[in-house]
């Protein structure tokens, strides 16, 4: 079986809702696009939690080395690693407080897929979530 993102119409619900976005692989060089993503983000009112075990800090706030380092309750994991990671994410994902599992434009993994929806997560792949947010505002 091949990923199926939810709705735009859920999709919109789902950034209504969302207050803290943890960011996978957040650069804290501002030409990437996980820092230029997550600035609009930042700068449209979610928190923004970078997870990034090389780097102090992104945006101005304290990164974390992993997803289990976050305190408290997350809405959205955004990722931006490779494919292939993706399923490592996914496991650690599964072990901490959060709702949707969401991969960036031109990140699919299966097989993460398959085994947070078996889960009951929501999961989102190969989608920008700024043009999300653009198109759901």
């Known amino acids: 079986m091949s990923f199926q993102n939810p ?15 943890a960011v996978v ?4 060089n501002p030409e990437r696009t996980s820092h230029m993503v997550s600035q609009v983000m930042q700068n449209a009112g979610y928190e923004i939690i970078p997870v990034n075990p090389t780097v102090d800090s992104v945006l101005g706030v304290k990164a974390v080395a992993s997803l289990k380092d ?3 309750h997350v809405d959205i994991v955004n990722v931006f690693r490779r494919s292939e ?3 490592d994410v996914a496991k650690e994902f599964d072990e901490i ?7 960036q434009q031109g ?5 993460a897929y398959e085994f947070l929806k078996d889960k ?3 999961v989102i792949m190969d989608l920008c979530i700024k043009v999300a947010h653009a198109l759901t505002k």
């Open 7 to 21: 709705s735009l119409e859920e999709i919109g619900s789902i950034l209504k809702k969302a207050k803290r976005i």
């Open 25 to 28: 692989g957040l650069s804290d």
């Open 70 to 72: 976050i305190e408290g």
């Open 85 to 87: 990671q993706l399923f």
């Open 97 to 103: 407080d959060a709702d949707v599992f969401w991969a």
């Open 107 to 111: 990140l699919v993994n299966e097989e």
């Open 120 to 122: 009951g997560y929501t």
